[in-house]
């Protein structure tokens, strides 16, 4: 069979199954079992395909059939224009995680800070993606995973900021013993009852890094509660939220006295990030 006739045949497959982005998830996948581009499958569509590729290709097409994540397959996601290596062991990094992203930076360069914490790193999108656009950056990235460590370690080298990031082991606050200009965290937010209703891919992820008590605000009652002792004066707290906890969360700030709380919105609309100064 030719490149043309496989991407023909497994898209109608992923089709039949109701997946999103067939086509796209189709070429992802066969550039990934051929170690190819997508720009090659398109110039290429005549070349044959060896069987055993093929098979190889099939199977991977059923784990997407059945809900496995495709950025889990192929151990890639794309985030803030840098690649980053991912597997059942990290929370895919969203696009939404962006906007924390970019409005620390903003904060980061406005106040010249340096001291940076990052809770709850997971793959380390984070806490890479500041380091790689703060030139004296000094960051530590902290995880209850030993195994999300790992993961965040092999991204801070792949991206060349592995001396900018420390990566420790550490149950929120436990382990820290340092302050810092700014405190950034995409914690778990989800209600424990609403994960089973979640898209089979995302409860294909990590069920830790997913869970954020019976209210889904386990996490930032724990930050708000302990940031301060761990903020500089003036110290800046940036976290990422459900679509639907603005208001939750904003009341357990003040209920700590944070000051200066304001909200940014994700591409979607919702609201995603508060930040406030300690």
Same mark, same amino acid.
């Given at each position: 069979?030719?490149?043309?006739?496989?991407?023909?045949?497994?898209?109608?497959?992923?089709?039949?199954?109701?997946?999103?982005?067939?086509?796209?998830?189709?070429?992802?996948?066969?550039?990934?079992?051929?170690?190819?581009?997508?720009?090659?499958?398109?110039?290429?569509?005549?070349?044959?395909?060896?069987?055993?590729?093929?098979?190889?290709?099939?199977?991977?097409?059923? $784990?997407?059939?059945?809900?496995?994540?495709?950025?889990?397959?192929?151990?890639?996601? !794309?985030?803030?224009?840098?690649?980053?290596?991912?597997?059942?062991?990290?929370?895919?990094? #969203?696009?939404?995680?962006?906007?924390?992203?970019?409005?620390?930076?903003?904060?980061?360069?406005?106040?010249?800070?340096? !001291?940076?914490?990052?809770?709850?790193?997971?793959?380390?999108?984070?806490?890479?993606?500041?380091?790689?656009?703060?030139?004296?950056?000094?960051?530590?990235?902290?995880?209850?995973?030993?195994?999300?460590?790992?993961?965040?370690?092999?991204?801070?080298?792949?991206?060349?900021?592995?001396?900018?990031?420390?990566?420790?082991?550490?149950?929120?606050?436990?382990?820290?013993?340092? $302050?810092?200009?700014?405190?950034?965290?995409?914690?778990?937010?989800?209600?424990?009852?609403?994960?089973?209703?979640?898209?089979?891919?995302?409860?294909?992820?990590?069920?830790?890094?997913?869970?954020?008590?019976?209210?889904?605000?386990?996490?930032?009652?724990?930050?708000?509660?302990?940031?301060?002792?761990?903020?500089?004066?003036?110290?800046?707290?940036?976290?990422?939220?459900?679509?639907?906890? $603005?208001?939750?969360?904003?009341?357990?700030?003040?209920?700590?006295?944070?000051?200066?709380?304001?909200?940014?919105?994700?591409?979607?609309?919702?609201? #995603?990030?508060?930040?406030?100064?300690?």
């Amino acid at each position: 069979m030719t490149i043309h006739d496989v991407l023909k045949l497994n898209i109608t497959k992923l089709k039949e199954h109701n997946i999103e982005e067939p086509i796209l998830k189709a070429k992802i996948l066969l550039a990934f079992v051929l170690c190819k581009t997508k720009e090659y499958l398109l110039i290429n569509q005549n070349e044959e395909i060896n069987k055993d590729i093929i098979k190889i290709y099939e199977t991977n097409i059923e $784990k997407i059939i059945n809900g496995f994540p495709i950025q889990y397959i192929t151990n890639k996601k !794309e985030f803030m224009g840098l690649d980053f290596f991912v597997n059942e062991s990290v929370l895919i990094p #969203r696009n939404d995680t962006e906007i924390l992203v970019e409005e620390s930076l903003n904060i980061i360069k406005k106040h010249n800070m340096h !001291e940076i914490l990052d809770l709850c790193t997971g793959s380390g999108a984070i806490a890479v993606s500041i380091a790689k656009k703060i030139e004296n950056a000094k960051i530590i990235a902290t995880d209850i995973s030993e195994e999300a460590l790992k993961i965040a370690e092999k991204n801070a080298m792949q991206n060349n900021v592995f001396e900018k990031v420390k990566f420790q082991k550490s149950n929120m606050f436990e382990k820290i013993n340092s $302050k810092f200009d700014i405190i950034v965290s995409n914690p778990p937010y989800i209600e424990t009852k609403t994960i089973k209703e979640l898209s089979e891919e995302v409860q294909k992820e990590p069920y830790i890094a997913l869970n954020g008590g019976q209210d889904g605000l386990n996490f930032y009652k724990i930050i708000a509660e302990n940031a301060k002792m761990f903020l500089n004066k003036n110290g800046y707290l940036a976290l990422e939220i459900g679509y639907n906890q $603005k208001e939750s969360v904003i009341e357990i700030l003040k209920n700590y006295e944070y000051k200066n709380i304001y909200t940014k919105k994700d591409l979607g609309g919702n609201d #995603r990030v508060i930040v406030c100064k300690c």
